[in-house]
């Protein structure tokens, strides 16, 4: 079944059906927040995970140069909103589905894409604040950050979005077929540390990583991670960093790639959530 706009925009007092969506957007994102500000186990993780990680990396890393510190901290940053994307957004989903809310969900005029724009729009603000804790804890073991230049501000926002949907879609399919909390909580995160651990600090420290050569600048961990890198560690000592061969991946090639994996995550996650979790067929 479509979604029924004008059962929604009756219901809001002839409000438009775009701001109708605004408003449910709105308070999925607000119910997501709120629900991480009154646990602590979900705020340590968005708080202290991350950063903690890269201040126990710079105690232990005396006259290591700088660029490596900050690839460290960006690699980590991005595990970071890897794992609370992962953790988080797959959590609370699976919570809704373990509490029945999605059969109360079904028979209210919302739109399935508020309810996936407001959970992912929660999960990317609490993924940018632990990458920026991780970054501030780079910064006080000796790393330095800055931008290339203006045209790497929109890649490095591109870069840091498309690692916290694609992420957040991943988790989708366990959770529905699981249907269970302890299995969000505990066995889907265990996707970052995996490919954190097997790609080398995603990416960011080539001389770790089991994986060699081009594949680091496709996978959907790496290449954002490595574009990171690039657009915000000053400086091409790259050498000395650990961070190169294979070369950093710098062409728009990468950049097409990092929009297909925004797109592709968009599209599944939209399907999923109309067609399963709201049974509404696969048109959103």
Do not use: K
Not at 264 to 273: D, H, K, R, S
Request: hydrophobic content about 50%; glycine content about 10%; some cysteine.
């Amino acid at each position: 079944m479509a979604i029924d706009t004008t059962t929604a925009d009756s219901t809001a007092g002839g409000a438009t059906p775009a701001w109708i969506w605004l408003t449910q957007v709105r308070a999925f994102t607000e119910r997501c927040l709120r629900e991480v500000r009154n646990s602590w186990t979900m705020l340590s993780v968005v708080l202290a995970l991350p950063a903690g990680m890269q201040l126990l990396f710079g105690m232990q890393s005396e006259d290591v140069p700088a660029e490596l510190v900050a690839a460290m901290a960006i690699g980590t940053g991005t595990f970071g909103a890897m794992y609370i994307c992962l953790y988080i957004f797959g959590y609370q989903l699976a919570g809704d589905l373990a509490d029945r809310r999605y059969e109360a969900y079904r028979s209210m005029p919302l739109f399935p894409s508020a309810d996936l724009a407001g959970r992912m729009l929660s999960g990317l603000v609490l993924a940018g604040v632990a990458f920026v804790l991780t970054l501030a804890a780079g910064v006080y073991t000796g790393a330095s950050f800055g931008l290339r230049g203006p045209a790497s501000i929109p890649i490095v926002l591109l870069a840091f979005v498309v690692t916290c949907a694609f992420w957040m879609i991943v988790a989708m399919p366990f959770i529905l077929y699981a249907q269970n909390e302890r299995v969000a909580e505990y066995a889907v995160p265990m996707l970052a540390i995996v490919g954190y651990i097997g790609t080398g600090i995603n990416g960011a420290s080539v001389e770790l990583s089991p994986i060699e050569g081009e594949v680091l600048n496709y996978l959907p961990n790496t290449l954002p991670t490595r574009l990171l890198v690039y657009h915000l560690v000053p400086g091409d000592a790259w050498t000395d960093a650990g961070v190169v061969p294979p070369a950093l991946p710098t062409g728009p090639e990468y950049i097409v790639l990092l929009v297909a994996y925004g797109a592709l995550a968009l599209a599944v996650g939209t399907v999923l959530l109309t067609a399963v979790l709201y049974r509404r067929g696969w048109r959103p």
